[in-house]
């Protein structure tokens, strides 16, 4: 378990002195506290939840009351964890007071320690907003999944000179924003070192190469727990879902069979109560 929770300036000397960051999506409180308890050094409340947890298609549906409900029980989970609460589409697009609103919804009802929002030059006003306000903004840049519609799908990102520029123009206008760090999801490994070279803050991956500042990785890809399909970038550590299968597979069979429950799995009347209440049942 971390030793105490990790702020702004202990990620920024993590980054100083090279040692990654290692973090995971949760959207419950008995993963959360797993993750917790293993070491995990930050936790995204990704709004993946929309796909892991619901079984939506994408990320698009997903509503702030929905991240507002998992958010908190993740922070109930992980006390000791810094939280970073994911912005859904909808929720800072509109206006910039209404995403400052948004932000604010997850400081006071859900704990969090971080926001995250997707996109470069067209939210730095509203990464701005939020950072005057007090609050800590994680930049999302690459591939973007709210924008996998525009981006024409869940595609790698920054795979050609001017593309990879974009990203490196898009990163430091985020930085200049006021985002205390950023994410980088689906580019190649040189785009990501130039970024984590350039900028002062936290650059983080997730399919984005070895060269960040930290790992992030979707918890229920990683467990073997989502099986709809499995980007490049992941590596699975666990097979959860085979173990699920395999429970229920092994209870049918053994309801079927009449071995449960055993009388192990009984609670057995009083003493002397049996007897009367036969007795009675004969009236
Ligand atoms: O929602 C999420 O889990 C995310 C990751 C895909 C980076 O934003």
């Not at 007071?97 to 509203?126: I, S």
């Not at 085979?242 to 069979?253: M, T």
């Amino acid at each position: 378990m971390a030793e105490k929770k990790l702020n702004r300036w202990d990620l920024l000397k993590m980054k100083e002195a090279r040692d990654s960051v290692v973090w995971v999506t949760a959207y419950d409180f008995i993963t959360a506290k797993l993750a917790e308890k293993a070491g995990i050094d930050m936790i995204l409340v990704g709004d993946s939840v929309g796909m892991c947890i619901y079984g939506y298609d994408g990320t698009i549906p997903v509503t702030m009351d929905q991240c507002i409900y998992h958010t908190e029980a993740v922070r109930r989970g992980a006390a000791n964890t810094f939280v970073i609460g994911d912005m859904p589409f909808g929720s800072y697009q509109i206006d910039v007071p209404g995403a400052v609103a948004n932000a604010v919804r997850f400081y006071k009802e859900a704990g969090v320690d971080a926001v995250k929002l997707e996109g470069g030059k067209r939210v730095a006003d509203v990464i701005r907003a939020i950072a005057d306000g007090g609050m800590l903004v994680m930049g999302h840049l690459g591939l973007t999944p709210q924008s996998s519609t525009a981006l024409g799908g869940f595609k790698a990102q920054g795979r050609t000179v001017e593309a990879a520029l974009d990203v490196i123009d898009d990163a430091q206008v985020v930085y200049e924003a006021g985002a205390f760090s950023i994410l980088i999801e689906g580019v190649p490994p040189e785009v990501t070192r130039v970024i984590r070279d350039k900028l002062p803050i936290p650059i983080y991956s997730i399919g984005a190469g070895i060269y960040a500042d930290g790992q992030l990785m979707i918890i229920s890809d990683i467990i073997g727990h989502f099986e709809a399909f499995t980007p490049k970038f992941v590596k699975r550590y666990g097979d959860v879902a085979g173990e699920i299968k395999r429970s229920v597979e092994d209870y049918i069979r053994e309801v079927k069979e009449k071995k449960f429950p055993g009388e192990e799995h009984c609670y057995s009347m009083i003493e002397g109560e049996l007897p009367k209440l036969l007795k009675a049942l004969e009236k």
